[in-house]
């Protein structure tokens, strides 16, 4: 596999986890994380996470938390930045998040910034270790179309 391809299946992974939360898929969730994957998650500005999980078990609970909290969700990842070396690389990727809340007619919107570590093994790339870094979030209305 060239640096090309080793982008371009990055770049894939930080889709495919963005499908799985927005499906709420947990098969496909765990899919993209290694068996002993850690994700912290901290408030903006902030050095201390106020959320830390290891291993498939526990990152499953996102995705649970998700289905509970929300009607419906949508990621978008972009500026994806990576670093490779070898059979291990780091980076960052932005994402905007939409959400609908439960019971709400609004939409929050999320602005954050996830910092990764990845391991490829057997061929494949997954995330080892994900800092989500809350950036700030907005409110809007949401609307309804004709579409």
């Known amino acids: 596999m060239g640096y090309g391809d080793d982008i ?8 495919r986890y963005a499908a799985a939360v927005d ?7 765990k899919s993209v994380f290694t068996q002993d994957a850690r994700l912290r998650a901290y408030n903006p500005g902030q050095t201390e996470p106020f959320n830390d999980i290891r291993g ?4 499953v609970k ?10 419906g969700t949508m990621h978008t990842m972009t500026n994806h930045l990576v670093t490779i070396d070898g059979d291990t690389a780091s ?4 994402c905007i998040a939409r959400h609908i809340p439960k019971g709400e007619d609004n939409v929050l919107i999320i ?7 990845y391991a490829r093994s057997a061929g ?22 004709g579409f």
């Open 111 to 117: 602005t954050l910034r996830y910092e990764d570590d």
């Open 56 to 59: 498939h078990d526990e990152l």
């Open 91 to 94: 980076g960052q990727v932005l």
């Open 124 to 145: 494949e790339w997954k995330i080892c270790d994900r800092h989500i870094r809350f950036l700030w979030a907005e409110r809007g209305e949401t609307t309804e179309t």
């Open 62 to 71: 996102v995705n649970e938390i998700m289905a509970t909290m929300f009607d």
């Open 8 to 15: 371009a299946a990055l770049n894939q992974l930080a889709y």
């Open 23 to 29: 499906a709420c898929d947990m098969d496909m969730f």
